[in-house]
């Protein structure tokens, strides 16, 4: 009689040793250089500020975080459907 580990994750009936790790998705690629952005254009806009740079630059940098976490929240908010 066989008895089996309540415990044991994986067990070698599974066939899930040396099972390839699933692909990036495209959504999952998009996503992190969406977080890339946010965080550049945000130290970005901290930099000009300790810098005294001109409106413009802040204005531009700004645009560029909101644009960036808005298409995050969005593709979230679209996701959980």
Do not use: Q
Request: net charge positive; aromatic share 4%; with cysteine.
């Amino acid at each position: 009689m066989t008895t089996t580990d309540p415990y044991r994750l994986a067990t070698p009936a599974d066939h899930t040793h040396g099972a390839p790790s699933p692909a990036l998705t495209r959504g999952e690629v998009v996503r992190t250089l969406l977080w890339i952005v946010v965080v550049i254009s945000a130290v970005s806009n901290m930099a000009a500020s300790y810098g005294n740079a001109d409106t413009w630059v802040h204005l531009a940098c700004g645009a560029v975080t909101v644009l960036g976490a808005g298409t995050l929240v969005v593709r979230n908010l679209r996701g959980r459907r």
